[in-house]
């Protein structure tokens, strides 16, 4: 069963624009990840955020949590048409308070940046 | 750093036949993941290994699907016999996660099957 969903399923935008992605989730998690595919190859991490945290930056990317909602935010600044692939949130979910490392995938967002 | 090795890259069987895949490991990797990931979905967790233990099986098809970890490094994953629906691609994954300490997952290039 996948625990992420993804929102929206496809984003189509011009380079400069700023793109975000959501994720929501449906159990108590250890932390959130965001991946990155590019069509026809494996998936590349981008970013973790654990679940005491709230925010968290890495170059042009911004991740937030919000664990009472159940839910995450992905935002690239300033895409670029090498931003173009698909994004999807995986969760690290915690069984009895602990965390096995089993991560789970939601469906994914297609991104589309236009040069 | 040698990343997740995968072979073979691409796979076209006719169904009732059997495949086979393997996976070597990040070296050091404890944690070891085979997803199927069917084409526009996410992927989806088939197992998970912590060194050569089963952690997670459940979305295993066990009637036609088999994986084994020896020795707690390389791994392989058998369809037997393979179904239509079983065209997918195919992903290894590792990391170094130890209890309680989530870390990322290192992903392989993916097997790309298809049954025809």
């Known amino acids: 069963s996948q625990q992420g969903e993804e929102d929206p399923q496809a984003l189509s935008i011009q380079e400069g624009e700023n793109a975000t992605m959501n994720c929501s989730y449906k159990t108590s998690i250890n932390n959130l990840q965001w991946y990155r595919q590019n069509s026809g190859r494996g998936l590349v991490h981008l970013i973790l955020i654990r679940s005491n945290e709230r925010e968290k930056h890495s170059g042009r990317l911004r991740v937030t949590l919000d664990t009472s909602k159940k839910s995450s935010s992905l935002l690239i600044t300033a895409s670029r048409a090498a931003d173009t692939a698909s994004y999807f949130c995986a969760t690290d979910a915690t069984a009895g308070g602990t965390s096995y490392g089993k991560l789970t995938f939601g469906q994914g967002t297609i991104l589309t940046v236009h040069p | 750093e040698a990343g997740v090795a995968q072979s073979p890259r691409y796979k076209i069987i006719e169904k009732r036949q059997s495949v086979a895949f393997w996976c070597n490991p990040i070296s050091g990797h404890a944690t070891l993941y085979w997803y199927q990931q069917i084409l526009g979905q996410g992927p989806k967790l088939l197992i998970q290994f912590q060194n050569n233990g089963v952690v997670d099986d459940s979305q295993l098809p066990k009637d036609r699907f088999s994986a084994e970890r020896l020795k707690g490094v390389d791994s392989t994953l058998k369809i037997q016999p393979a179904k239509l629906e079983d065209s997918a691609v195919y992903l290894c994954?590792?990391?170094?996660?130890?209890?309680?300490?989530?870390?990322?997952?290192?992903f392989g290039q993916g097997t790309r099957l298809t049954v025809v």
């Open positions: 994954a590792s990391s170094s996660f130890r209890a309680g300490i989530g870390v990322e997952a290192f």
